[in-house]
T-cell receptor
């Protein structure tokens, strides 16, 4: 009965490959997010979707493309992987937007290592 | 832009009290969260302040002063399991009716016997 789940948990791949990370939440939340946490543990927002629509798109290379088939899923596809993409990627969800003080619930993270 | 400052590391003794400060400078500020993140795990919610003052929740309390751009997280009766990173995060208006959560770099707390 995991609230926010991500697959895979670990992803090791070669530079130049294309990979996807999947995220699902069973909390009935309207808003989902992708964050990147680098080696210095700095957690930074990448994308935010509300009811399958993109509402936040930070300065992220266009090699990163989020896709939300329905409001319970937000997947992240990464093209032409680079060494600097190595990080932990967290998916999160909340009932409303951050402005309403809504708690965000985080998935367990996907540890991506690009060789 | 935003500027969020927290100490990088702190050490405290089991059973003691520790205060982790967070100062910020930003426009569009709405509220402030504290999250806890154990090594190798996801961040988990601790507290949310939108009004000035102290919010108490068991051993943890969080304070906010909007005029001073300052918050702190107070942890009492420290336990070894409190060793973790503590992330200060601001909700900031990002336009078109939407808000986003911007995290500080976190404070790594080590609790020693």
């Amino acid at each position: 009965d995991t609230a926010v789940s991500q697959t895979p948990k670990y992803l090791v791949t070669q530079m130049g490959n294309d990979k996807s990370i999947k995220c699902e939440q069973n909390l009935g939340h309207d808003t989902m997010y992708w964050y990147k946490q680098d080696s210095k543990k700095f957690l930074k927002i990448m994308f935010s979707y509300n009811n399958k629509e993109l509402i936040i798109n930070e300065t992220v290379p266009n090699r990163f493309s989020p896709k939300s088939p329905d409001k319970a899923h937000l997947n992240l596809h990464i093209n032409s992987l680079e060494l600097g993409d190595s990080a932990v990627y967290f998916c999160a969800s909340s009932q409303g937007s951050a402005g309403g003080g809504e708690t965000q619930y985080f998935g367990p993270g996907t540890r991506l290592l690009v060789l | 832009g935003q500027n969020i400052d927290q100490p990088t590391e702190m050490t405290a003794t089991e059973g003691a009290i520790v205060q982790i400060n967070c100062t910020y400078q930003t426009s569009g500020f709405n509220g402030l969260f504290w999250y806890q993140q154990h090594a190798g795990e996801a961040p988990t919610f601790l507290s949310y302040n939108v009004l000035d003052g102290l919010e108490e929740k068991g051993r943890f309390s969080s304070f906010l002063s909007r005029s001073k751009g300052y918050s702190y997280l107070l942890l009492k009766e420290l336990q070894m399991k409190d060793s973790a990173s503590y992330l200060c995060a601001l909700t900031i208006y990002s336009g078109a009716g939407s808000y986003q959560l911007t995290f500080g770099k976190g404070t790594k707390l080590s609790v020693i016997p």
